[in-house]
């Protein structure tokens, strides 16, 4: 009688002490290429919870968490713009759970006690003071309304120099694209200076110090962001005006071709990893390259790869949002589920994968991504062009995407487009053993001096 008593009181206290669990929550992903704290801030009002969450390794404040639930103990949420499915249970005044993003799970546990910052070699970053002149800058996008905040530096205050602005790949990412503990644009900023080269790089719009929404923001979207770049710099007297190009990474190898296509006064532009085949078809590689990099077998990649394909169909097909969603519904539903069924994963937890996978595919930068033949903006391109990959990236196929370079220039008849492969090299362009994103955190050079050399030397050729 006593226990059922003492079970009675502890039930009737636990309902009526609910946790609180609103405020601050703080975590570390532990992976192969390193570690990443994150962040979840809660709070809640009379409809329920809502979250934001940070990511302080890559200086990414405030990306807006979908939807949140918090139940018996249980706390799951989802960030669909980066595939971000999370879920756990309390106790122990934290919460224990599973963190996933896209395909791969990853223990990461919350508590109230902040997670100091761990630095990882990385030689490459250069230190303050600067042997350069660097201000912090803002700029307006008018035609969207939003005011957006970078670093502008030069090789001194005053001169007439050739200048670069740099465009970020896909995802949230700040002016030094950080990522795995690396900062690729503070390191090309601070070679390309030091060689005379002026540089502006700025925070993706909703990121950091920018104004702005990133989520639905399309690629478009993101080339009006970066033509605005380029007007700021004609504006600055220090800056010569007939010398202003633009070096894009990954997605920002796709946006430089969109602003030069349509605006003569863009002098030259890079690519470095720059996308140039069709997003359908650039996604299909990817997947597949990343999937046997992964140890997965033959057979199960050309099952995986057929049902990305009407996937991508679908997308590429169907104007209907609504008649979209449905059909990849349906379509993962009667392939994808059964496949991962198979392999023992929970019915619920298949189901709110694909759940996500829904939402993210239907996005509007998602869809533009999948439709959009980047060839169409190279064709219209008549600047210098350098085109760079390296033979290890497994997220921009090397010689797929340089080729579809090179026949956007013969078609269009720019003979001022230069391509280069990188033995060894990633798709951040460091020296690398398998190319796989795992490594990318594990590997101190950030870029290789190669292809630092190799941009600025044509720069100051153009």
């Not at 390191?187 to 502006?200: E, F, R, W, Y």
């Not at 909703?206 to 700021?232: C, I, L, P, R």
């Not at 078609?411 to 362009?429: A, D, R």
């Amino acid at each position: 009688m006593k226990k059922i008593i003492t079970l009675l009181t502890l039930l009737v206290f636990t309902g009526l002490f609910a946790q609180d669990i609103t405020g601050a929550w703080y975590g570390q992903i532990k992976f192969p290429g390193g570690k990443l704290r994150i962040t979840l801030n809660i709070t809640q009002s009379e409809k329920g919870y809502t979250a934001t969450m940070d990511s302080p390794d890559q200086k990414v404040d405030g990306i807006p968490v979908d939807n949140i639930n918090y139940s018996n103990n249980n706390l799951a949420f989802t960030v669909a713009v980066a595939k971000i499915d999370y879920k756990g249970a309390y106790e122990n005044n934290g919460f224990t759970g599973t963190f996933t993003q896209g395909d791969t799970p990853m223990t990461l546990n919350f508590g109230r006690e902040p997670i100091s910052e761990e630095k990882a070699s990385r030689p490459q970053e250069p230190k303050k003071p600067y042997p350069y002149y660097s201000e912090d800058v803002t700029f307006r996008n008018e035609k969207e309304g939003i005011t957006l905040s970078g670093t502008l530096t030069m090789p001194k205050k005053e001169g007439k120099f050739p200048a670069v602005i740099l465009v970020t790949g896909s995802g949230p990412q700040n002016r030094d694209e950080e990522i795995m503990g690396h900062k690729p644009f503070l390191v090309l900023t601070d070679h390309l200076t030091k060689n005379g080269i002026a540089v502006l790089r700025y925070d993706d719009r909703g990121v950091a110090a920018s104004g702005g929404n990133f989520k639905g923001a399309t690629t478009d979207d993101f080339a009006t962001d970066a033509n605005a770049a380029f007007t700021y710099l004609q504006s600055l007297p220090s800056i010569n005006k007939k010398k202003i190009g633009i070096i894009g990474h990954s997605e920002g190898g796709t946006i430089a071709p969109i602003v030069a296509s349509k605006n003569n006064d863009v002098a030259f532009i890079v690519l470095m990893a720059g996308t140039a085949i069709p997003g359908d078809e650039l996604l299909m590689l990817q997947n597949y390259l990343l999937g046997k990099a992964n140890g997965m077998p033959e057979e199960e990649l050309t099952k995986l790869g057929n049902i990305n394909r009407k996937v991508y169909d679908i997308i590429k097909e169907v104007q209907d949002k609504d008649e979209m969603k449905e059909k990849l519904y349906t379509t993962f539903n009667t392939e994808l589920k059964p496949l991962f069924i198979s392999k023992g994963l929970p019915d619920n937890e298949v189901s709110q994968y694909i759940n996500l996978q829904v939402i993210e595919l239907s996005s509007d930068w998602y869809v533009n991504f999948i439709r959009y033949n980047p060839a169409l903006a190279l064709e219209q391109t008549q600047c210098p062009i350098l085109a760079l990959n390296g033979d290890n990236d497994l997220q921009v196929a090397s010689v797929a995407n340089l080729e579809a370079v090179k026949r956007a220039a013969k078609k269009s008849g720019n003979k001022k487009v230069t391509t280069k492969q990188f033995s060894g090299l990633n798709h951040l362009f460091q020296e690398s053993k398998t190319g796989a994103p795992s490594e990318y955190g594990t590997i101190k050079q950030t870029i290789a001096p190669t292809v630092l050399n190799e941009i600025s030397e044509w720069i100051l050729k153009q």
